[in-house]
């Protein structure tokens, strides 16, 4: 019997998740040109967790309590609360959208390798994708680094979008498993909340364009939050992690062509070449995970008890 996980994932749904996806980068960084990121994630995090929230009550969903409860909030402060303050910071001091989606697209790279520390074996072709992620996220950072002369703060900034988004993700795998993903989405967002609104009262709140502001703030909220999120783990549940993985290699596209023509940002020399070696990443990590998932898969089938028929005797 072939694993979930070897699975090839629909085109449409595949296009779905890829655009919506994709979709984030470009409306995030207008939301914050028209609106201070704290604010705007204030928003996103506050009504994201109201709507679904209310659809886990509609559809009675089991809560988690106690040490389980504990750990959703801490995943939802690293995968999501790290990563989009983090981002929104970076997008507002002028980094691309782009090139924040060609950074964090290697989420799954980073994710294989993290995973090593709880069990899971580390492969050549992981190894190799690993370094064909550095190096993507070396040419897309240089035009930046050479205009500014050194590290930029933006880069750094979605550096550490990268790292919390990969933490929580292996951090939500190893303490979160069987807590439903309706509860879990809700009460990730909502433990952003409270920390964001910290944030939001200690720096600037300034709105330049009301109505971009409220416009783009929908959009992240209802593509982003909550239509982007349903989709990806209704894919995984229905597909497996390594056919959703494959779409990292497509997203950092999508979202350049989006982005150039949402926002006019047109993609340099370096992020194109960054683009190319980090699909090829993205498919090297992919490709080894659905090998390793058919060995799992086959071993296990191999090491099971032969199944013995008593014939009853005449």
């Known amino acids: 019997m072939v694993s979930m996980a070897t699975r090839s994932m629909p085109l449409r749904a595949a296009a779905e998740l890829t655009f919506c996806y994709a979709l984030g980068y470009p409306i995030g960084a207008l939301a914050v040109s028209a609106m201070s990121p704290m604010a705007v994630l204030l928003f996103r995090f506050g009504l994201a967790a109201a709507i679904l929230g209310a659809w886990s009550l509609a559809t009675k969903v089991s809560w988690p309590t106690g040490r389980a409860l504990v750990h959703v909030l801490i995943s939802g402060l690293l995968a999501q609360g790290v990563l989009f303050t983090c981002l929104y910071l970076a997008l507002m001091h002028g980094a691309p959208a782009v090139l924040g989606a060609v950074i964090i697209s290697m989420n799954p790279v980073v994710t294989a390798v993290l995973l090593t520390f709880i069990g899971e074996r580390l492969t050549w072709s992981r190894l190799a994708a690993l370094g064909l992620g550095v190096l993507a996220v070396l040419a897309s950072c240089a035009g930046r680094l050479v205009a500014v002369g050194g590290v930029d703060p933006a880069v750094l900034l979605i550096l550490v979008s990268l790292l919390g988004v990969a933490v929580g993700g292996v951090y939500q795998q190893r303490f979160c498993a069987g807590v439903d ?16 609104a910290v944030l939001a009262a200690v720096m600037p709140w300034t709105v330049t364009d009301a109505w971009t502001a409220a416009g783009a703030i929908a959009a992240v909220v209802l593509f982003n939050a909550v239509l982007s999120m349903t989709l990806y783990v209704r894919a995984i549940e229905r597909h497996g992690a390594a056919a959703v993985a494959m779409l990292f290699t497509v997203i950092p596209a999508v979202a350049g062509l989006l982005s150039w023509a949402l926002l006019g940002q047109r993609p340099d020399i370096g992020i194109a070449v960054g683009l190319v070696v980090g699909a ?3 498919w090297l990590n992919a490709r080894g995970s659905r090998r390793q998932a058919l060995t799992a898969t086959r071993e296990v089938a191999g090491s099971a008890p032969p199944d013995r028929t008593v014939t009853p005797a005449a």
């Open 181 to 196: 993903f309706r509860a879990t989405a809700t009460l990730q967002n909502a433990a952003c909340v409270a920390p964001v």
């Open 280 to 282: 090829a990443a993205c």
